[in-house]
């Protein structure tokens, strides 16, 4: 049977993942077709913390598309006061400076990344991701639903279904990506499997409008927890007021007993729990919608089959906790575009694809084990404010008037609930665990050192161009006085390799190795008088290796194999190492 659409990647969904992939793919000369079974893109806005590495991804698309984010987005210095309050109009409990906003953590951030973490709305998120798809030739369809596919020795035959017309029609592809969210039926169909389990808890969204910024603008967030009885219901550990639009715009997520049917969430159940945690009884807000979700604790083993592949949601699934759902499905993203933009222009062989799950599925194992395990650290904040024994109003009314207490009794309360919210650096400013991300897969070749384990790489994001960490960031000049990130000079779908002075030789290599693989190498000198200067010493740190030395950075900004010095066969050395990668 002939199909009735050819493409070279069939992409299964529009949300962070399939729009950034369809982005990619695109802007490396992939023929993409990228559909949704909706005819709208995100309505709700779920994702928001975008953190620096994402912002990197955008980056890498081009500045326009990093600007237009950050255009909509609300910037890091009003993310940062996460609140513990018995309201918002009500007594606060504490607040933690969090994404990037403590002094220390701000100079972390500045350091690690030419971008900044904002707060971006996956309802504008989505649009700029799949608009750069298409305004880069991305052919999409909207109202086109998966159904089924079948593999074969040349590509994939997928049954799509027109939801305009009712018909169904196949596209035939050569990979097929599927990008559709957390009940993912093309993972299911690749029989991919799966460990954990899905519903561990049950959460409802209330989305409104009502300016609250009398409650909110004098200690900036993105987070208001509300800790009041019953709270602790729920996926979600306690009610949270996110800000959607300062002060605006509001999400509120409230937990519901996953053991019971989920409750129907109305106009008049929403402005009840809205005047509840704001703590105005009379608060009238304009209701924009409701739905109910779960909380999932599951991710994928393995994210490929054959020449299908599995991203975002669709291969882990889990608690909105660290934000790092949309993060991780754009990274995905990244991490497969260019493999099969090499793949599919004959640069490598399907043996490079192979390293996608490698580099990826331990990736969703880890952050699905963050997320949930941010939930369970919830725990002892309940606890220390004598939360945790039910829905006893006085008795936890009791309880939480003790800390106010002049006794031995009352210094140590006020002391556990210190110690449990300060641990909540864990979920609110993680910044290790959305940078430290190694790889260890075929496309990586080892030099022979082992990745260097710094302090506590959960919190803190440690530098280091050992083969397979994302290359370091530091500002560099060019001659005019131009400042780039060291992560500009790389990407945009090709290897690079950054030298300095003395390593001419691999300047060389790389333009007959290029030649003879027919794979475009950049080849960037950094020293002075090259390319590129490194006037404040801030490369000197980071790069380990020396001035001859060579690093070769593969086009999602991961570090592939590095020279601590000029070799003696430096064209026999970055042929063998690309050679290996591209698996030829
Ligand atoms: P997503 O579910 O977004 O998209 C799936 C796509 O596939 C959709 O276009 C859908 O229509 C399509 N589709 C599904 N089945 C199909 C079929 N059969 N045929 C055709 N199309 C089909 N993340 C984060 O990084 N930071 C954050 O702060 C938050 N916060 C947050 C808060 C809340 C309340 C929630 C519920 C979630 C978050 N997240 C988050 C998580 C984030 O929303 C989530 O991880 C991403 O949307 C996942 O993106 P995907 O593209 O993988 O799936």
Not at 294 to 304: D, E, G, K, L, W
Not at 332 to 345: E, Q
Not at 369 to 382: H, L
Request: net charge neutral; aromatic share 6%; charged share 20%.
């Amino acid at each position: 049977m002939t199909a009735d659409i050819t493409t070279d990647v069939l992409v299964i969904g529009t949300g962070p993942a399939g729009s950034a992939t369809a982005a990619l793919l695109a802007s490396y000369g992939v023929e993409v077709l990228v559909v949704n079974r909706y005819r709208w893109l995100a309505k709700t806005p779920r994702a928001h913390i975008t953190n620096q590495r994402t912002m990197e991804v955008l980056r890498d698309l081009g500045p326009e598309v990093e600007a237009e984010a950050m255009l909509h987005a609300a910037p890091q210095h009003l993310m940062g006061n996460n609140v513990f309050c018995v309201s918002l109009a009500g007594e606060e409990l504490r607040r933690m400076q969090s994404w990037g906003t403590s002094p220390e953590s701000k100079a972390r951030h500045l350091r690690a990344s030419p971008c900044e973490m904002n707060d971006l709305p996956q309802t504008f998120m989505e649009p700029i991701l799949f608009k750069t798809a298409c305004s880069r030739g991305a052919q999409s369809r909207m109202s086109t639903e998966y159904l089924s596919h079948v593999q074969d020795a040349d590509g994939v035959t997928t049954t799509c279904r027109d939801r305009l017309t009712g018909k169904d029609f196949t596209v035939r592809s050569t990979y097929l990506v599927g990008a559709d969210g957390g009940n993912s039926l093309v993972a299911e169909h690749a029989g991919l499997p799966f460990e954990g389990r899905m519903g561990v808890g049950g959460s409802m969204n209330i989305l409104f409008r009502a300016d609250l910024s009398r409650y909110v603008a004098h200690r900036p967030s993105v987070l208001n927890w509300v800790m009041q009885p019953g709270a602790d219901v729920g996926g979600i550990g306690m009610g949270l007021v996110r800000m959607v639009r300062p002060w605006n715009e509001w999400l509120i997520v409230w937990g519901y007993d996953i053991t019971q049917p989920a409750p129907v969430v109305d106009a008049a159940m929403a402005t009840q729990v809205a005047r509840q945690l704001v703590g105005v009884p009379d608060l009238e807000i304009d209701l924009i919608s409701a739905n109910t979700w779960t909380v999932n604790n599951c991710y994928a083993t393995h994210m490929q089959a054959g020449r299908v592949f599995i991203m975002g949601d669709a291969a882990h699934r889990h608690p909105p906790s660290n934000g790092l759902g949309s993060n991780t499905s754009i990274r995905d993203g990244f991490n497969l575009a260019w493999k099969l933009a090499a793949v599919v222009k004959g640069q490598a062989t399907p043996k490079l694809l192979d390293s996608y799950s490698a580099e990826r599925a331990p990736v969703a194992k880890q952050i699905v084990t963050r997320a949930n395990q941010s939930i369970a650290e919830f725990g002892p904040i309940f606890e220390a404010l004598g939360m945790d024994g039910g829905v006893d109003h006085q008795r936890i009314e009791r309880s939480m008037a003790a800390r106010c207490d002049a006794t031995e009794a009352g210094e140590k309360q006020r002391e556990a609930l210190r110690r449990a919210i300060d641990f909540k650096v864990y979920e609110f400013d993680c910044h290790g665990v959305e940078m430290n991300q190694r790889y260890n897969s075929g496309a990586v070749v080892g030099d022979g050192t082992t990745a260097p384990v710094g302090e506590n790489m959960e919190l803190y994001y440690h530098p280091t161009t050992c083969p397979g960490a994302r290359l370091p960031h530091a500002w560099v000049y060019d001659r005019a006085g131009g400042k780039h990130s060291t992560l500009d000079l790389c990407g945009k779908g090709r290897f690079t390799i950054l030298t300095g002075i003395g390593g001419g030789a691999w300047v060389k290599a790389a333009e007959a190795v290029s030649r003879a693989l027919g794979l475009p190498i950049r080849a960037v000198t950094i020293g002075p008088r090259a390319d590129y200067e490194d006037h404040v010493g801030d490369w000197h740190k980071v790069r380990d290796i020396r001035d001859s030395g060579c690093i070769l950075v593969r086009p999602d900004h991961h570090v592939a194999w590095r020279s601590q010095s000029v070799s003696a066969d430096p064209e026999g050395d970055l042929s063998r190492v690309l050679r290996q990668i591209l698996g030829h």
